[in-house]
């Protein structure tokens, strides 16, 4: 035998009580496994009874409205000394059910997530069991291999051999971090010395971009002055003929412009800025070209549609929502990077030796968690491998392409009835919130209203979910209309 | 009846195509309830066996070690245009759970997070299910109403009869919110012109603190420099007359010191810095206080233990992760905020009309989402709710109280054994990573190790699962002698 091991050995739980308390046996854990198990099998059951069969059905309601002080009573939400028993608990489980939005519903239209997708949810079971920290490959062995093949499937999408990607806590993240790695590959001292001394750093991007872009300038110490908005066109298109002059202008007033943040599918109207168009000004300039493609990414599935993201292989970055359009379950966002001279863990890293050692004994390039500026990383690759692996390319295809049929479909039967008009009356500013409020509290459907610009309140059907059909196209129209009777 | 309802009704799936493609029946959604349902239920049933049942057993291993080349091999990780059948499906689910690290096992002493508890499972598998987004009323009404009453419970834990608070992805974004709230209350104007113009800002933390103030610093624009890192005592604790010195040092160099990050737990040896002493300073110098909590924040359950962090209500945040020590599950971290004006929101809002309408129905104070720097918010708090209604807070004070008495005995019993020392020999620095090896390898347990400053590698043993009992302690001493043989 050699000499013993000598190794410093230090309990991270604190420092020890003085007098030891034996409230219970050291010998027993605290969980009790069968019980345990029992509670969430019965979970279970619940998820499936009221949740994804009631949860999807037409013929239910998509939500059951309670006011908030009603709600709170009901759920008895007061966090007590003492536990409660089990069948206690089961009811709990229950009215959160009950209570929660069911947005799988076919006619959840409120929001740019809805539907289910079962794989995707097996895989979100599976990780949740599984509890572990997409940082190293010592403790994620698995999701680091399936994070970067899904990466390369959303690489090769976007018309890029190589690359390198991440994924993040959505979309709003994925832009901000577009922001900082620009702005370190343009003045890379910025991560030890700050903004000062640097000169004032512009972004440009369309009015109609996600306010995440204005969210992010803020948190990055730039400022939300620095963000000018670019006009749009009757599309709500970033026009780039109004890019140039404000590089220009911005450039003739001291500032420098380094990144534009194009939007493939913006929020409101679902518009595609023109990509190639853009490229060719970044390139012009020599600015970073980001695209926040969080709700329009997935068009790259599709043959037919995918030409609204022409020129994206050229940008830098791209921010996609797999969580979106294609039901993977939230959280589900991927930034995507050209780069392939390690930009991301230079800009992000911090070396931590107690989690990155050096000496480990596999390639310690595997260790993605230097990459992003989380420690703390919650595996959400899974759920989307599992689903592609299901349904495979040509599967997600088609729900693009169904999606797209759906909303056409939509406006074809718009058009010929009486109500609806794709114009804007003034009158009806007040009408789209009390429309609103009978559908929440009768539940029959949702479906989110905004007002835009100059324009009042209208309506935005959002229909890609998987789970829907042309009788729910065909209800959302009738039900437009029979919500706004006697009003 | 009253005139037609008029409204602009947009289809943000994007610009319709040329030809309707005809791939299906509309009518007929994409998605087969029963299959899913049924492949759903194999998967829970996989769960049960691999992860919950097996995972868990001291008798089988903590890790199925292979080499990335390999693992990749037997998960067939590749892509591809078509979808693959339920049996092979199941396949993947059930080699993603034999080749994963079962961090719920006993003798999984790795991380700072461990163990399982049923119940906050079960909030996790509901908020899958019901997958939703965590950014108003209106789309998550028991969500919502369930964050406060957490955050609430959370609060008074620290103290504080009134506050503020959200959850975030993981403690490092916890705790650059904390400081993107610090500055913005010294410089309001920064969230509009950015950080030009203003005088340098900096940052004090201990030498020990977690690597996420860094990063944050980099990301906010503040830059790395501008971390002042202060000296620590032989506990690991910061040193409150160097915290003083170095303060006055920086205002005599002409920078703004605005934050002092203190520690409760630190990431390597579980040291908490002295609170109180700290809060005098920061009321002398009128510093903002945050207190990165995220490890040793659940002591405040503890009548024993609190005494650590004494002093923690004169902070001005703090950052506590219930996904570590309480067992909640991956992520679950707060922002507990003293202040009651609002600040979170005032700072972090973007006022985004499409999602955080004025003229709703409801109090649109329950749209929380705004005080967010995130969009789309994954939903974290029902498993803690839920977990915390389940055993009381009696029962997750019994929890920490019994991983102090782990820590306790296990330096007890290494003090009875001849080869562990609580000293540091220049001739083990390459011994750690090779038990390491070969204890992964094994799959016997997983233990992480690390250097700290001038000290070689040493291990760092997480005892706190719920799940572990004295046993597990004795294992972890045999089998590090078990290892070590023969080196």
Redesign the interface.
Known sequence: ??P??????????????KE?????D??????E?A???L???E??K???EE???KG?DVKEKV?E????EE??VL?D????????PQGK?LK??K???K???K??H?RFF????A?????S??G???T??????LYT??????????EA??L??MHRLVGWTEGDGIFC?????SN?YAM?LARYQLFPE???????GLP??TIFTSAES???V?????????????VILVKVDD?GRMIPEDLEEKIKLAKSEGSVPFLVSCTS?T????A?DPLDHIANLCEKYMLWMHVDAA??GS?LFSS??RH?MKGVDRANSVAW?P?K?LVA???C?ALLLRDTTNLLKR??S?S????F?Q?????VN?DTGDKS??????VDC?KL??M????????LE??V???????????EQ?KKR????????I??T????????RM?KEGTM?V?????EN??????????S??????DMDFFLNE??RL????
Not at 388 to 395: D, F, L, N, Q, Y
Not at 430 to 437: C, S, Y
């Open positions: 035998m050699c013993p091991v000598y190794m410093f050995v230090e309990i991270t739980a604190g420092t020890q009580p030891p308390a034996l409230l219970h050291l010998n027993e854990p605290l969980i496994h019980e345990g198990q509670f969430l099998t979970t279970f619940i998820i499936l949740v994804l069969c999807t939500c409205w309670k006011e908030p709600l709170a759920l939400l007061e966090l007590r000394d003492t536990g409660e608990l709990r489980v009215d959160v059910a209570y929660s939005i947005t799988s076919p409120n929001q740019l997530f539907g289910v997708d079962y794989h949810m097996a979100r079971f599976l949740e069991a599984l509890n572990t920290n490959y010592e403790i994620a062995p698995v999701f680091v291999l399936v093949e899904v390369r499937g806590p959505g979309g709003s993240i901000m900082n910025i991560k030890s010395r700050g903004l000062w004032r750093l996600h306010y995440s204005k969210k992010g300038a803020a948190l990055l110490g730039i400022g939300t002055d620095h599309g599918g929020t409101v109207k679902g595609f709700w329009g068009v037919k549609h609204l929502n969580h359009m379950g939230l959280q966002s800009c992000h911090a931590a030796t107690y989690l050692q000496d480990k004994f596999y390639d595997l500026v989380q420690c703390s990383r919650k899974l491998w599992l592609w692996k299901a349904v495979g390319s040509a599967g088609a729900r392409d169904k999606a797209f049929i759906h909303a056409r479909y939509l406006v718009m009486e109500g609806f008009h794709l114009l804007v009356s009158s009806i007040l009408v789209a919130p009390l429309i609103k409020e929440m949702m989110g209203y905004q007002p835009q324009r009042v309140n209208f309506f935005r059907v959002v229909a890609f998987p789970l829907i059909s042309q009788k437009i209309e706004g009777k006697n009003m």
